[in-house]
């Protein structure tokens, strides 16, 4: 993200991408379309497979196309049974963040015990990469959002959070029944990442942590308050935004999303 004296300027490659918006596209044409990331004008990533090729063939496409990985996912498995080898695939990407978007549990199940697990969980594994330079996020999901106590659960974790933070994915927080904008005033200081997905206006959303993939709408025309978000969280720090759009219509809403965000002006 640029910064500048009066505030946040929206520039040409501040705003990164979810390589899983493109996962039907990777699963056909690799090259292509790290090439068609690059002539959106897109940097910065978020990602850390590479879709079946040997990694320093990745890493080569990776560095032709100017390609930078600064987040890559990893799953509750592997942060619980063997958060180690994920500081090694942090380095092989040359990341310095590592993202879990999913606690397991049964259903729409999810509870008290599910959150306090999790919450272990991410301090063990999050003091384990903090110790190698790396900052652990959880995506939240949107089941965090049901109620405990005076607030909710996932109030819980960002309280009892010590070795990580989180990745505000503003769709699922709104999908979730939270104001992604009252949350991030709320824990100024937990999020360090945010994935940019707007909600197509009428949409009931729910604690399911699911939806209809097309209910991803370009960013600025769905019922999010996606620009004073990105302001504010501009004005916080967060330094890496990545777009994420998993609706079938990601080839053509990417770049208008891209047109929306460059236009914000303070």
Not at 23 to 43: C, H, K, M, P, Y
Not at 158 to 165: L, S
Not at 192 to 214: A, C, F, P, Q, R
């Amino acid at each position: 993200m640029l910064f500048v004296s009066g505030g946040f300027q929206a520039g040409a490659q501040e705003f990164g991408l979810q390589l899983y918006s493109l996962r039907n596209q990777f699963s056909q044409d690799v090259e292509g379309s790290l090439a068609q990331i690059r002539d959106w004008g897109i940097t910065y990533i978020e990602g850390g497979g590479t879709y079946g090729m040997p990694q320093e063939e990745f890493m080569q496409l990776l560095d032709k196309y100017d390609l930078k990985v600064t987040s890559i996912g990893a799953s509750f498995e592997e942060l619980e049974k063997d958060p180690a080898s994920l500081i090694e695939k942090a380095r092989a990407f040359g990341a310095s963040y590592v993202m879990c978007a999913w606690i397991p549990h049964r259903g729409d199940a999810f509870g008290l015990e599910d959150t306090e697990k999790a919450i272990a969980v991410f301090n063990r594994a999050g003091r384990i990469l903090e110790e190698a330079g790396l900052q652990l996020a959880y995506h939240a999901h949107g089941y965090e959002f049901r109620p405990h106590g005076d607030g909710t659960l996932f109030d819980l974790m960002a309280e009892q959070a010590e070795y990580f933070d989180f990745e505000m994915d503003i769709y699922w927080v709104k999908h979730g029944g939270a104001d992604p904008l009252e949350l991030l005033n709320r824990y100024p200081d937990k999020f360090v990442l945010m994935h940019l997905k707007d909600l197509e206006k009428g949409v009931t959303g729910n604690t399911s942590g699911h939806e209809d993939v097309e209910t991803n709408v370009v960013l600025g025309t769905g019922q999010i308050d996606v620009a004073g978000l990105v302001r504010r969280g501009a004005e916080l720090g967060i330094q890496y935004m990545f777009i994420e759009d998993e609706s079938s219509q990601v080839l053509e809403q990417v770049p208008k999303s891209l047109e929306f965000l460059r236009g914000l002006k303070d």
